[in-house]
C-alpha cells in the first residue's frame, strides 16, 4: 500500500540513501531539508519527491512538512567528535526528536522509523550488543543525546503507534553528501596507517541500511528494535583489508587500548576548552578499543536479509573517496 512519508534528514548520508531506497517503493516522500538546491542536485526532482525548507527545530515547519503524511522516518541528528559542538548537537538530538515526538502525537502519524545507534546500548564491559540490551544513559555527549532522543521515541508505544529502531554501526559507503565518521576513519587508514589494538570495527554499508529501512516500511514489517552492525573485524584483521585497497605499504602501529583511551581523555579536555579539531577523542578511543560487537542475526531472519560482502563496500568506497580526491594519490586504490 503506497504512504505518505515525512523524512528528516534526507539530504545526511543515511538518509538520501534511505529516500532512493523507498522511492522504489512507490510512496509520496516528503523531506524537510533545510537546503533546498542540495536536494535537487542530490535527488533531481522525482514525481513523487516533494521538498520542505524547514529544520525540526522549527516546530512550524514541521507541522507544514507533515500535513497529510501517514509514516514518519527520522534520520536528522547531529553527529560529531567536537566537544566545541556539544550544546548545539544536544539542541538537535534532543529538542528535535522532543518535536518529532510531539508532531507525531498531533498530526496522528500512525507508523514511525527512528535511526538511533548502537551507542546507545554499548557498554564498556559488555561483549554484545542485542535488541535485549538495556538502554544505556550513554558514556559520551554524542551516546547521552541519541539515547535520549530514543527514550522519547520509544514513548511512542504506549500511543498504539508502530514504532521501529535501526542501530548502525559505523557507517561505511559511497556517495556521502557530507563525509561521515567512518568513511573518515576509511580515509585516515589509506592514507597513513591501521591502529592495531584491543576492539575493532565494525561497520554496515549504507546501502545494505538503507535497504533494510526500505524493507521496515512495508505493511508487514513487525514494529521492534533492529540491530544493524554489518561486519566486524578486530584492528589486525583491517590491515589486510586496507592493505588490499591500496597500492603502496600501509602501515600498522601497535598501541596499548589504555594509552589511546588516555591520550583521547587529554584531547578532549583541551578541544573543550581551547576548540581545536583532533580526530582521537576519549569517545573515539573507546570505541575502538572496547567495541561490543552488534549481533544483528534477528534483523537478518526477520528481513530475510543478506549484508553484502565487506571487501566489496570497502573496494566501492575506497574507489569513490578516491574519485573525489579525499585519498592521496600515491595510496590509490589498485585496479583489481
Not at 535537487?40 to 526532482?45: D, L, P, T
Amino acid at each position: 500500500m503506497t504512504q505518505k512519508i515525512l523524512i528528516t534528514g534526507g539530504t545526511g548520508f543515511i538518509g538520501s540513501h534511505t529516500v532512493l531506497e523507498i522511492l522504489k517503493e512507490g510512496h509520496e516522500l516528503h523531506l524537510l531539508i533545510r537546503d533546498i538546491k542540495k536536494a535537487q542536485r542530490i535527488f533531481g526532482q522525482p514525481d513523487n519527491l516533494y521538498y520542505h525548507k524547514g529544520d525540526i527545530l522549527d516546530t512550524e515547519s514541521l507541522e507544514s512538512a507533515a500535513r497529510g503524511c501517514s509514516s514518519l522516518i527520522h534520520c536528522a541528528a547531529m553527529v560529531t567528535l567536537n566537544l566545541k559542538q556539544e550544546e548545539q548537537m544536544h539542541r538537535v538530538n534532543e529538542e528535535g526528536t522532543e518535536n518529532i515526538v510531539s508532531l507525531v502525537k498531533k498530526c496522528g502519524i500512525k507508523k514511525v522509523l527512528f535511526v538511533s545507534s548502537c551507542v546507545t546500548r554499548f557498554h564498556p564491559q559488555q561483549k554484545q550488543m542485542t535488541p535485549e540490551s538495556p538502554l544505556q544513559e550513554g558514556f559520551t555527549p554524542y551516546a547521552c543525546s541519541k539515547s535520549r532522543g530514543e527514550q522519547m521515541i520509544l514513548s511512542l508505544r504506549d500511543e498504539e503507534i508502530k514504532v521501529f529502531v535501526t542501530y548502525p554501526s559505523s557507517v561505511i559507503g559511497p556517495d556521502d553528501p557530507g563525509l561521515s565518521e567512518a568513511n573518515n576513519a576509511l580515509i585516515y587508514m589509506m592514507n597513513y596507517a591501521v591502529p592495531i589494538c584491543s576492539g575493532g570495527f565494525q561497520f554496515i554499508d549504507v546501502r545494505d541500511l538503507a535497504v533494510i529501512h526500505r524493507r521496515l516500511m512495508r505493511e508487514e514489517a513487525v514494529p521492534g528494535l533492529y540491530m544493524t552492525g554489518g561486519h566486524f573485524f578486530t584492528w589486525s584483521e583491517m590491515h589486510p583489508l586496507v592493505q588490499k585497497l591500496c597500492s603502496r605499504r600501509i602501515l600498522r602501529i601497535r598501541i596499548p587500548g589504555f594509552v589511546l583511551r588516555g591520550v583521547g581523555r587529554v584531547v578532549s579536555f583541551f578541544q573543550k576548552r581551547i576548540g581545536f579539531t583532533f580526530h582521537l577523542t576519549y569517545e573515539g578511543a573507546l570505541y575502538m578499543t572496547r567495541w561490543n560487537i552488534l549481533d544483528d542475526s534477528k534483523t537478518l531472519k526477520a528481513l530475510n536479509f543478506t549484508f553484502r560482502p565487506a571487501e566489496q563496500t570497502l573496494k566501492e568506497t575506497a574507489s569513490w573517496l578516491t574519485e573525489n580526491n579525499y585519498i592521496h594519490m600515491k595510496n590509490s586504490p589498485l585496479e583489481q
